[in-house]
């Protein structure tokens, strides 16, 4: 009974560590920040002193600061209503061609939408069970864009197994048939540490409804850190995708405790600012304080 008391008591403090981590863990805010010269292109390299972190207006203190290529989780957000028939193949060689680019440890999943939005590949790492699903698209139907957004951030939620979360959307015109708003779409976004990126095939639509797309596409990656691209020619897409796995693989993760304490579950500002003149910063433009 003594050796018994006497396992039971060595076996006590392991089992706290990862509590203590957790806790720990939950009060830092994590930022994935991109940073460009005057001519567009990334810049490496930069030490953690050109950078200065603001919440809601207020410096922070920097307490993790790295550069790293780390494994994603990466969802493809494919646009797969009637208008797309004619671009589909030359979007799958795109996407191939950027899953080529990214690291190879990525996890991989594809949403196809039109007037509803369904997971047709789970996560994966083969490149040939990605294309299968790709290639396999039959166009129809609508864009119901930002539902599919919502679907995936809950996919990536249920079973994504990276810190690091991104989202590539590729669709062809207005969303015209999703239930949720633009706002939820954002809100979700920021629940999920979630980068989007976009690209908006715009050529064949009316100036209005193409106007309307590009706002909707700009707000919800420039608050999530990513970009967007629109591109009147399909084939252009194909110098699109592997830049954007590029600057996947080249982002800088800056951490900070909150001068804040309060877990009010109000919304938060973020700001990065970086010590390099004609510099362009993009990361995500807030979180949520919540418990």
Do not use: C
């Not at 997971?119 to 290639?135: H, M, P, S, Y």
């Amino acid at each position: 009974t003594l050796l018994l008391a006497l396992q039971m008591a060595h076996a006590q403090p392991p089992e706290k560590v990862p509590e203590t981590t957790f806790r720990v863990g939950t009060d830092l805010v994590e930022l994935n920040v991109s940073v460009f010269d005057s001519s567009g292109k990334i810049l490496k390299g930069l030490p953690q002193s050109a950078f200065t972190v603001y919440e809601n207006n207020v410096k922070q203190e920097i307490s993790v600061f790295r550069q790293e290529d780390v494994p994603v989780s990466l969802g493809l957000l494919i646009d797969d209503s009637a208008s797309m028939e004619s671009k589909k193949d030359r979007v799958a060689s795109a996407d191939l061609a950027m899953i080529k680019a990214s690291n190879p440890q990525d996890e991989v999943f594809i949403v196809a939408f039109n007037d509803e939005a369904d997971v047709v590949q789970d996560f994966t790492g083969d490149a040939n069970l990605l294309e299968k699903a790709l290639r396999g698209l039959r166009p129809k139907g609508q864009t119901a864009m930002r539902d599919a957004v919502l679907l995936a951030i809950d996919h990536l939620r249920a079973k994504a197994s990276r810190d690091k979360r991104v989202l590539v959307v590729i669709t062809d015109g207005e969303d015209n048939s999703s239930i949720s708003t633009p706002q939820r779409v954002i809100e979700a976004a920021h629940q999920a540490n979630t980068i989007v990126y976009a690209i908006g095939l715009l050529g064949e639509e009316q100036p209005a409804s193409a106007a309307r797309a590009k706002a909707q596409l700009d707000a919800l990656t420039t608050a999530t850190g990513g970009r967007s691209w629109f591109l009147a020619d399909v084939n252009a897409i194909a110098a699109i995708t592997p830049e954007i796995a590029h600057e996947i693989r080249n982002q800088y993760v800056i951490g900070y405790t909150s001068s804040d304490p309060a877990k009010d579950g109000k919304f938060r500002t973020t700001r990065v600012e970086v010590n390099v003149p004609g510099a362009t910063v993009r990361t995500r433009s807030g979180y949520y304080a919540r418990p």
